[in-house]
């Protein structure tokens, strides 16, 4: 089956969007404007309390209740270039290519561009721009400085050490330090909450609000790079949230094992992470309440997401994948750094509601056409669907049965690489994973274990071998390369 053959599919986990009625939201002649809140390494549980170390997200919150709650959305291509490109594009990255600079033809941008829209890219995310997804929009603004982002060097001052080499990720970087000491030292040492990242990117957003607020439509995406380490936010906030301790801040995680840290450090990594996300919800907050100044709501999409999420312990892993020469196990994509956040408000949808619909971010492009009644031919054919319908309460099949996260993988020497991130498969009650952390497969009921902690293969072993199926049947149906396939042979 030929790649252009995928979106003729049809069956239960995948809709023929030619036999679905169509009713947008806005008229074709008037199509609303559409907000993206992209949050990097923002964990589902933030705002749903699963963690050990509940986050507040007063401002999210209050969003929930003028928006819908996919429920069940997680990540598909993986990690954070891979995840913009299935956004932007609605085709998944990861059975063709590792993170590489946008080469897809489709382009959210530019396709909207086509029925009026003016489209600005704000974000502090570093990587972005190296991509070349700027080049995708009419405008772009990139706040510097994140992770290992050199704009200005300040030789005159010299840098200090902020963490230790054995307790953050290996790997060093210029003058032989590691992210976090750069990390302090490029952003001078800041002082006030103003001076972090999360305000200086929501002002902006703010500011071209006011700046074009009379024009529709428009595609603004704004990128926070933050709750992605170094986890830099005020220290009053990480106090509040352990209060107790009194060692050296853990704001970076090792990308290793979990046991390389003392309980006590470990809780402060948390503590570092929650409120940084806690300091990203607030300043998205500013950014709602500027819609309600200007009248916004009834004329615009909005969309918060992220692109993956962030081991904080879970597994005896901290980090999103193993990059730490001390660790020797794969990292399968389990649910705390998989399973993703999606909140959509637009004008006639049942806010306050929730929806347990799996998706992904391929088919977030799909649905925001079709909810503005568009009518719009690719480059080429979109790998996801749309869930216009479902999001407005129409009685649908379901959009897709079972979802597969996964990350560029090939075989090395005739080998899976022994500490590669691995695909799962996941359905409404099933995760599987196909490459366990030292051997074999895994497979765990989502039911009775949300973060996937205990293997149940050994009781349900057909369930792990339909889904592996399943898997090969993903990548076949995609028309993915046969090197891609092979892994799973």
């Known amino acids: 089956m030929t790649e252009q053959e995928f979106p003729k599919l049809t069956g239960p986990e995948y809709q023929d969007a030619a036999n679905r009625e169509i009713r947008p939201l806005a008229a074709p002649d008037q199509p609303f404007n559409v907000v993206i809140i992209n949050a990097d390494t923002y964990r589902y549980d933030n705002l749903f309390d699963y963690a050990g170390i509940p986050v507040m997200t007063p401002s999210l919150d209050a969003f929930a209740e003028r928006a819908v709650n996919m429920t069940q959305f997680y990540a598909g291509s993986f990690p954070t270039i891979p995840e913009r490109t299935d956004l932007i594009s609605g085709r998944y990255a990861w059975p063709w290519y590792p993170w590489q600079p946008l080469a897809e033809s489709n382009r959210m941008p530019q396709l909207l561009n086509q029925h009026g829209y003016v489209s600005q890219l704000i ?50 970087h210029f003058q032989d330090r590691n992210l976090v000491d750069l990390h302090r030292w490029t952003n001078r040492y800041w002082r006030c909450e103003e001076e972090t990242f999360p305000p200086r990117t929501a002002g902006h957003a703010i500011r071209w609000l006011e700046e074009n607020d009379t024009y529709r439509p428009f595609l603004l995406w704004v990128d926070f790079f933050d709750p992605h380490e170094p986890w830099d936010p005020p220290a009053y906030m990480v106090e509040a949230y352990d209060p107790a301790y009194s060692g050296t801040p853990m704001l970076h995680p090792n990308y290793g094992r979990a046991d390389d840290y003392t309980p006590d450090e470990l809780r402060n990594l948390r503590a570092h992470y929650c409120a940084e996300a806690e300091l990203v919800d607030r300043w998205v907050g500013r950014i ?32 999103k994948s193993n990059i730490n020469t001390r660790d020797d196990r794969r990292w399968p994509l389990y649910p705390e750094v998989a399973h993703i956040p999606f909140l959509i408000a637009a004008p006639g949808l049942p806010g306050g509601t929730t929806l347990d619909l799996l998706a992904q971010p391929v088919d977030i492009l799909p649905t925001l056409i079709e909810l503005n009644g568009l009518t719009v031919e690719p480059p080429d054919p979109f790998h996801g669907r749309s869930f216009a319908q479902h999001l407005q309460g129409a009685k649908q099949a379901p959009l897709r049965e079972w979802v597969v996260c996964g990350s560029f993988l090939r075989k090395q020497a005739g080998e899976v690489p022994s500490t590669a991130v691995t695909p799962m498969v996941y359905t409404h009650r099933w995760a599987y994973a196909p490459l366990a952390p030292q051997e074999g497969a895994e497979l765990f009921d989502l039911e009775t274990d949300p973060y996937a902690e205990t293997n149940v293969i050994a009781h349900h072993p057909e369930i792990a071998k339909d889904l592996h199926a399943k898997l090969v049947d993903f990548l076949q149906a995609l028309g993915a390369p046969v090197e891609a396939i092979e892994v799973y042979a």
């Open 123 to 172: 974000c502090d995310c570093p990587h972005l721009f190296n991509a070349n997804f700027n080049q995708a929009f009419n405008a772009a603004y990139h706040i510097r400085g994140q992770e290992g982002d050199m704009p200005l060097l300040h030789m005159n001052d010299p840098i200090e050490e902020i963490m230790p080499r054995e307790k953050t990720r290996t790997g060093h």
């Open 288 to 319: 709602f309440a500027k819609l309600t100044d200007l009248g916004l709501w009834e004329s615009t999409i909005v969309i918060f997401t992220t692109d993956h999420g962030m081991s904080l312990g879970e597994h005896n892993r901290t980090g």
